[in-house]
């Protein structure tokens, strides 16, 4: 697949996956193989990187020589929990600037709470974080947060671990086609035809957690996925046949038929 590029930071796979949920590292290991992914990303607040040195470690099972490991916000509900969580994770990296920002509003929905996701944005972009933000499908609030500096903007398709797909697709193309950075569908997506579908509209990524960890077998969904973004990707440069409500031209031709 073509690459695409973060930070200036080239990747291979735009399929982007995230680490919790799973029944052991083991597990997430074996799903994150099978899904191709470079760029796994983990909650700070809920998974140990070694900030908890008497725990088993995530980065033994995922190590940063091999995979971008993406820093997340996940259980934040205020834009200074948020920039706190991620300075904790920028320490614990070694560094490491590119991380992935959500500031939810609600624990039922897990809609994102944009003023304080466009405040936390604000900050972390001046302190040199390179962000990734998790954020509403409205188009004027993603470009917003582009013009703030944000290096990739994501958009849900639904709500976090909801598996609806992509509810919304004309903001998401709205979004795309306004854009100056890459776009990545950030939550909702449940099988390998949504992933497919957000790549068709011009995504430039996926990003998924709970639709590889809670399916009934997740290495063999995280294959799947994969080829769910490839084939998207394959078919939106391709370019697809215009829709008509029916067409006056056969699809194979008439002339030099036998007998005609």
Not at 80 to 102: F, I, N, S, Y
Not at 159 to 171: D, F, H, Q, V, Y
Request: proline share 7%; hydrophobic share 45%.
């Amino acid at each position: 697949m073509d690459q695409f590029t973060i930070a200036g930071q080239p990747y291979s796979s735009r399929l982007l996956v995230g680490t919790g949920k799973y029944k052991d590292f083991a597990e997430t290991r074996a799903a994150i193989d099978a899904s191709g992914a470079a760029i796994v990303t983990v909650a700070i607040r809920r998974t140990n990187i070694g900030q908890d040195p008497g725990q088993p470690n995530l980065l033994d099972a995922l190590p940063p020589a091999q995979f971008t490991i993406l820093p997340n916000t996940a259980g934040c509900y205020t834009a200074d929990d948020a920039v706190r969580t991620l300075r904790l994770a920028r320490e614990l990296l070694d560094g490491h600037p590119l991380c992935k920002l959500e500031v939810l509003g609600d624990p039922k929905s897990l809609f994102p709470n944009m003023p304080e996701t466009l405040k936390a944005a604000q900050t972390l972009v001046k302190e040199g974080f390179h962000v990734m933000v998790y954020c509403s499908d409205d188009p004027i609030q993603a470009k917003m947060l582009e013009e703030i500096g944000c290096v990739a903007v994501m958009p849900l398709a639904s709500l976090i671990g909801s598996g609806m797909g992509i509810l919304n697709p004309w903001n998401l193309r709205l979004i795309i086609d306004n854009a100056k950075v890459p776009i990545i569908v950030d939550a909702g997506v449940g099988t390998a035809s949504d992933a497919a579908i957000a790549m068709e509209l011009g995504c430039d990524g996926v990003l998924m957690n709970t639709a590889i960890a809670h399916a009934k077998d997740p290495v063999l969904m995280a294959s799947a996925m994969k080829k769910g973004v490839e084939a998207g990707r394959q078919a939106f440069l391709a370019g697809r046949m215009p829709r008509k409500l029916y067409s006056a031209d056969p699809s194979s031709p008439t002339s030099g038929l036998i007998g005609s």
